[in-house]
Structures are given as C-alpha cells and as structure tokens.
C-alpha cells in the first residue's frame, strides 16, 4: 500500500494546494488532450521540460513522483520493448545476431541462477531484471563458441527508438500530471471538485451528487475497512489459515475465510447506515446545503487561460508543421 | 513453562495511528496447567495486543516469547525452520467479535474449519463439533443451520466452539461474555470453569468486568498504558492497590461492602465473594 | 402533555414471529423513560417503528399529536433524534465535522448557521478540538458523543438512546450516561433503550419489555421495588437490591440498612 502514491494527499502550501481543485480538474483535462495532440518527439521534450516546471514552481520533489512512476514502470518497459522491436523503419540503429550455442547456453543458465538467488538482496529489483537481460543479450552477441543451438538477429530501427521515446515521455507526462493532482488535492475535495463539474448530468438524470455522496461514504470506510480486514485475517489465522503459503486451492480458500465476512459485515453496516441517515432526515434526491464550499479564485482562472493558450498553441502548431 | 515473554517491546508499524497499542517491558509466565487468568486494563493499555503475542500472530520488536519451547523473535516468520502455525492449534486465541470470524455455510462446516486447518481428519472434526456446541450451551440441530441468522449470544457461542474444537491446551478468550444477557455470561464462565478444573487446562480471559475478575480468577494480569503493572491474586488486587490509578472499578460486591461500611460505620471481619456472603456478614452486625 | 404515545402496536419480521404484540404506552414532554427488556424482547424493534423504518402491522403512534404515516414520516423524524448502538454504523461523515453537519445538510440549514452550531455542540460534547479528525481516529464513546452533538445541532426534543452504551467500554458507558443526565435535566424528552438495569436507575419511568409484550409499566422507584416483575424480566438484578430483596424475605426490618441499600441501587 505505502508505494502506490496515486490517490495518496501528502499535505503542502504551494499554489497547487491553493487551487481549486475544479480548476486542477479542468487542467489536467485540457493538458491530457494537449500531450495526445503532440506527433513530434522534440514538441513532447519541450512539454515534459514544462512538466517539470510546474513540479519546481509547485514545490513537488520529483522523487515523490518517480515513486509514483514505480508502478507502471513495466508497463513503460513493456511498450518501450514492444516498440522498439517492432518498428522497422528508419536508418538501422544496432543489427547484431545473437546466437545461442551449448557454452553460452550454460553461461546464461548460470547468469539466470545468480538473479534469482541475489534479487532478494537487491533493492530495485525491477532495474536489476533489465541489466540482467541485457547481460544475456550481450553474451548472446559477443560470445558464441561451441556448437550452434539456435541463432536470430536482433535489429533495431531509429524510427522504433524515436517512437518508444515517443510514447514513453508521454505515458510519463499523463501520470505525472494525475499524480500531481492527487498529490495536491485532499480526496474529499476531489470528490467536491468533481461533483461540481459533473452537475450538468443531472440534465441527463444522473444526479452527480449522489454519487458524490456515496464516492465520501466509501472514503469515510476505507481506513476502517483496512482495520476490519487485519482483524479477520488475524482471527482466521488464530483457526490455522496460514495466508503466507499454500496451493491454489488453499489460496482460495483463505480469500473466502476473508471475504465473507468483510461482506457480512458491510451488509449489515450498510443497512444500520441507511437507516441512521433515513433518521437524520436524508431523503435521496433532495436538495442538501453544505457546509464545504468551493471558491474560485483569479489564479484558477488564470491557470485554464494558459492551460488553453498551450493547447491552442500545440493544434497550431501541429497544422503548420 | 508453556508461555515465557522475556523483555518484550512491541511497537506498531504506524501509519499515524493514535491508537498505538504497544507493549513496553514485558516479562510473563503463563504455564500450561491449572491457571484460571484474567487480564484487564482499560482500552488501549495493551491487552490485545499481548495476547497476540501469545499464539505468534505477531512477533516483538524487540525480546523473545517462547512458547511451547519455539523461541520467537521480530524475523521469526522469515525464518523457514520455525513453524508459527502449529502454535495456533496449541494455543487458541478466540476473538472480541465472532463476525469476524464466521464464515462458512452451515455452523457444522464452520467449527470444523480450526480443526481441519491442522490436519484433523473429517469424521473426527464433525465428532468433535457435536460434542462442543452442547458444551457452549446450544443444540445439536444449531448444527445446520446457517452463523448468520443466528443471535449475537449464539454467535459467540458458535465462534468459541470453533476454537474448542482445535482442542487447544491453553485457551484465551477476548471478552468473550460481553453481549451476552447475565445467563448466557454465567454459563460460559461456567463452561471455561470446568475446562479449567476438569482438563487443567489454562484460560486467560481479556474482560472489563471485575466481577468476573473477583469470581473466577486465581491471577489477575493488569495492563496499564502498554506496561505490565500487575501480576497477582484478585484480592492482593482490590485490597491493596488503589486500582483507580488504572482507571479499573472495584467488584460491585466489594463497592457495596465499602459502602455498607462506610454508611453503617462498622467493619467487617472479611471480604465476601458474592451476595450471599455479605448477606451472611449483615445478619450478624444486625 | 404527552409527546409519544404508543397504541396497541404490534410487528412480526416473520409470520410466525411477533417481535411486538399489542404494546401500548405514553411517554410525557421532559420525561425520561427506560425501556428495558432481555435480548430479543422486542426493544429493538420499537425504535425503527417510532421514526417510520418499519411500518406496524397493526396499531398507531403518535408524535407530538401526530399520526405516523406516509405523509406525516419525515416531519416525526425531524422531531425525534436518534444514537444507535453500533458508533461505526451511523457515522458518515469523512470527519467530525462532516458528521455533526449531515443532518443539518439535509434540512437546508444555511451555512453560517451550520458552522455556528458545529462550534456550539461539539464544545457541549466536548468534541470541539476533534472536529478534523476521521471517526478512525476515535474511540466508540467519541463516536457516540458526535452522533449527539449531531442530533442537538438539529433542535430535536426527543432522543433516543437505542442500546448506546452496549458496544462501548465502562469508561465510554459512563460518559455517555453523564451526557444523558445532562440532557434530561436541560428539558429534553429521553428515551433509554437497554438491558442494563444500571442505566435505568436515574429515569422517571420504566418500561418492561418481554418476548414482545409490555410486562410493566410504571414510576421507577415502584417497579424497582416489585421483586415478582423483576424476576419475570429475565432482567439481571442490583446487587443493592438482590440485598434489599434477602432481608426482606428473611423478615429483617432495619430500615436504616434498608434506606441505605435503596440509595445505593439509585446512585449505581
């Protein structure tokens, strides 16, 4: 839980904070569809140099976002790799053969025992897969005596490497931004924040303030949800489940002994709940005033000025190319 | 010495959490055979936290607590020669609230889910389970009947059956007589009195009732803002500390015992245990 | 005046199963009624019924003159404030704050208004420096303390106090029977619900509750006195008056012990 820090507040004072957190919705809306927009990989460089701005003016250290980068770094491996393999246009970058034979077959078994057994020792252990693999790739490369296996080429194009580059800067650009929403915005005023924007769909018979108001509920929960759940895995434990270890079947099993009754328990709570707010004069669908209110200020206004100055700029400029 | 904690800190990793149970200094004997305990403290002092410690659902951050000679430190669990498991079947914790615990379909499945878990083949866990849930005071044909449209009272009776049926040497009941009406309470205790007496075994009761304390307790534990403060008999308890230091209540029989001497301004020659004692003690000063 | 009355009420969840069966009762403006009974009297079920979560099978309450029914529901609710037993289960706000604010959010007080009554009731609960905290953060009788600071934002008179105590620890239990007394002797109509005779010492009037039907009714002071009722009730006894109750049966007539005992079971 402590790394996935989208959807994580840490408290602050700089101008994001200050923000409404409509306008920082809106925002990353207008700057979302601007990084989509881009075809050039030198434009993109120039809007993740000005991401980069907003995290120094803003006060965010960027090692708070490369943790938050953590997550989908093999989703940004994977493309990369994808990318780079199967584009093949453009002037040949690197063309090698790599060929398998009997000794470095078992050189590269040897290499492959050494990361399974070093890696718990490894902190990162993501960065050490990859310089393991390319290990391999280089022996594979370099050093071929003995008796051939098998044998492929390994080409890459600089049109691959241009679009790998292409899509991972903006892969790391739209999770930048989101992170630094939420990052900045207390999940309570994000939920505000988003009520307001989506209150036009009650013209459509979707009353966003409902759904607001169950998105609040859910986050009043999560913490004793957590708490909830410890203890019934504690309790199960107590009766022999060991949810470290076990087959398929056992795994199974110890999902139930703890589902079922976290789902007990939320249907009695959502029942005592709905009765205690039908007591308190809740009534679905009825207007309610609210103690939180939302303030636009000048700032706001001025950051979705520039927010549509950059997008209006990048369409421009993407028709004058 | 079946439970021995030597030195015993424990902090909670803490996300922030103000409620931060810990333990601070502990060292405790608990042996096997024939100890009737009852550990008590207000919220927060620790209690549960310590007899978490008891089954090796968490490990000290820094001491030891060996229990049934495995000696537990903070990395047990990564070390692949100790087995925590096993510990759990010896040592029978049952939990504040049975809904934490009930799961499966029919009452039968559930109580026999502890035993299965630790090797007890079926025929044997479904012979168990008949007998014990008369022990807790309910019917066989609770049996097929599904935990969730069961009372509260029944509830907990069940969730104890589930850890009876292990068969546990040392059995330790989070407030287990709380939500029960004074009958339900009085038979419980009653059957963890037997169990005590008849199979010597030894029965740690987490309680807030110091009548319960008064009662059934020969050594009372007090925890008292994570520390250890007391380890002794009830009456060493309620006749010499002044618990209110603890935030803990004296027995009701004892409150009115003062009080009685207080307002008739007389003393009597001992300390009764229940009603009809001080009824005894009254006839003769009237 | 009488601001509830109860008329031949009955309710079965089940065919087979009444949990009430023609109770009836009348509870005055400013009184505080204890309504007592085992688990499974039927006590639980009275509170849903009152505010219209439950509709009765047979038989009429009144609010404040008031006939509960479709139409009339959300005006008796507005009239009546109501802390159940499970603190984890009626909070839903994302902080104290939140909390106290919901029920004035629904009946659209103005803003000031809200803010002005969160400062005022959470100091009377003495939740005040809590108001950002998450209810995760709290113990259950803090929890409870916000439910009554939320009901009193609302200018209700009638509160009840459906089995509070029953999850909390003796220290939680004790403060919120200290709020209680307060609130009672501030005017307000209390109506405690529990299984704990403890708490129904200090009301004016009890009600008995058993396997769905009203076994007494009466002033405290007399129903406390009526060993036959109280042994019906499955209810436990005082320890004072189990005591009360010996001497009598073995015909020791110490009135000075007698008194002595009264008031201790009083003062419990």
Not at chain 2, 149 to 162: P, Q
Not at chain 3, 164 to 176: C, F, H, N, V, Y
Request: glycine share 6%; with cysteine; proline share 3%.
């Amino acid at each position: 839980m402590k790394n996935i820090i989208i959807g994580q507040y840490i408290p602050g004072t700089s101008f994001l904070y200050k923000m409404d957190p409509r306008s920082k919705i809106i925002a990353l809306g207008i700057l979302m569809v601007t990084a989509f927009i881009f075809k050039d990989i030198s434009h993109i460089l120039y809007m993740l140099a000005g991401v980069l701005i907003i995290l120094k003016i803003g006060g965010i250290p960027i090692v708070r976002i490369a943790r938050g980068l953590k997550p989908i770094m093999i989703l940004l491996l994977f493309t990369f790799t994808f990318q780079v393999l199967f584009i093949k246009t453009g002037a040949v970058m690197l063309d090698t053969a790599l060929t398998l034979t009997t000794y470095n077959l078992g050189i590269m078994i040897i290499i492959i025992l050494l990361w399974y057994f070093l890696r718990k020792y490894i902190k990162s252990k993501l960065l050490f897969m990859v310089v393991i693999i390319l290990v391999i790739l280089t022996m594979l490369s370099m050093y071929t005596p003995g008796t051939i296996i098998s044998s492929s080429n390994l080409t890459i194009y600089e049109d691959g490497l241009l679009g790998a580059s292409f899509i991972m800067v903006r892969l790391v650009i739209i999770v930048t931004l989101s992170t630094i929403l939420t990052l900045t915005t207390k999940p309570t005023d994000l939920n505000l924040g988003l009520e307001k924007i989506l209150k036009p769909l009650n013209l459509v018979k979707i009353n966003a303030e409902e759904i607001a108001l169950i998105i609040s509920i859910a986050l009043r929960y999560i913490p004793t949800l957590l708490d909830e759940a410890n203890k019934i895995m504690l309790a199960q434990a107590s009766r022999g489940v060991d949810f470290s270890e076990g087959k398929l079947k056992d795994k199974v099993m110890q999902i139930i002994s703890l589902l079922v009754p976290m789902f007990i328990i939320s249907f009695k709570r959502s029942d005592d709940l709905a009765n205690a707010m039908e007591a308190r004069s809740f009534i679905p669908g009825k207007e309610r005033t609210r103690i939180h209110v939302l303030s636009w200020q000048r700032n706001d206004t001025a950051v979705i000025v520039f927010c549509l100055v950059v997008l209006v700029s990048t369409i421009v400029l993407g028709f004058v190319a | 010495m079946a439970i021995k904690f030597e030195q015993v800190n424990f902090l909670y990793p803490s996300f922030d959490n103000d409620h931060f149970s810990a333990l601070t200094d502990i060292n405790l004997d608990i042996s096997e055979k024939g100890e009737f305990i009852t550990l008590i403290g207000e919220t927060g002092s620790g209690k549960s936290t310590l007899v978490q410690h008891m089954n090796a659902l968490l490990r000290p951050t820094t001491g030891n607590v060996t229990i049934y000679g495995i000696k537990i430190e903070k990395n047990s669990n990564k070390d692949k020669k100790i087995k925590l498991n096993p510990l759990r079947q010896k040592v029978g914790l049952v939990f504040q609230f049975p809904e934490y615990q009930l799961f499966e379909e029919t009452v039968l499945k559930d109580i026999i889910f502890g035993p299965k878990n630790f090797g007890v083949k079926e025929e044997e866990a479904i012979a168990r389970a008949k007998e014990v849930i008369q022990h807790v005071g309910l019917s066989e044909e609770y049996l097929e009947r599904s935990p969730f449209n069961l009372s509260g009272g029944e509830k907990k009776r069940v969730s104890i059956a589930g850890i009876l049926a292990m068969e546990p040497d040392i059995l330790v009941l989070d407030e287990p007589t709380s939500g029960l009406d004074p009958k339900g309470r009085d038979a419980l205790l009653e059957l963890f009195t037997n169990i005590h007496k008849e199979l010597n075994k030894t029965v740690i009761i987490i309680t807030h009732d110091m009548n319960i304390v008064y009662k059934y307790a020969s050594r009372v534990l007090v925890m008292h803002q994570s520390r250890l403060v007391f380890d002794g008999t009830p009456n060493q308890l309620f006749m010499k500390e002044n618990i209110a230091k603890w935030n803990l209540d004296l027995p009701d029989i004892i409150e009115i015992t003062n009080q009685l001497e207080q307002k008739l301004k007389l003393k009597f020659d001992t300390l009764p245990h229940n009603v009809d004692q001080l009824f005894e003690l009254m006839k003769g000063v009237l | 005046m009488n601001i509830i009355e109860i008329k031949n009420l009955s309710f079965s969840y089940r065919e087979d199963v009444p949990a009430l069966h023609h109770v009836n009762f009348t509870i005055k403006k400013g009184e505080w009624v204890s309504i007592l009974g085992h688990n499974g009297s039927g006590k639980s079920t009275l509170t849903k019924l009152i505010i219209g979560l439950l509709k009765a099978d047979e038989g009429e309450i009144y609010v404040d003159n008031v006939l509960l029914n479709e139409e009339t529901v959300h005006e008796i609710r507005r009239k009546i404030g109501i802390v159940f037993q499970n603190p984890d289960n009626q909070f839903v706000g994302v902080t104290v704050e939140d909390d106290i604010a919901f029920g004035m959010e629904n009946l659209n007080f103005e803003r000031d208004e809200m803010l002005n009554r969160i400062t005022e009731y959470s100091k009377k609960v003495e939740m005040f420096e809590y108001l950002k905290k998450e209810p995760h953060l709290l113990s259950g009788g803090q929890k409870q303390r916000v439910a009554i600071a939320g009901i009193l934002a609302m200018d209700t008179d009638i509160i009840i106090f459906d089995e509070a105590t029953a999850m909390l620890d003796p220290k939680g239990r004790e403060s919120i029977m200290k709020y209680i007394r307060d609130l009672y002797h501030e005017g307000k109509t209390i109506i405690t619900i529990t299984h704990d005779m403890k708490e129904a010492v200090n009301s004016d009037k009890i009600i008995i509750l058993k396997d769905g039907e009203v076994l007494e009714i009466g002033e405290t002071n007399t129903v406390l006195n009526n060993k036959e009722v109280l042994n019906k009730s499955n209810l436990e006894l005082l320890l004072p008056l189990k005591l009360l109750y010996k001497l009598d049966e073995a015909k020791i007539e110490n009135k000075k012990v007698k008194e002595i005992l009264w008031q201790l079971s009083l003062n419990k």
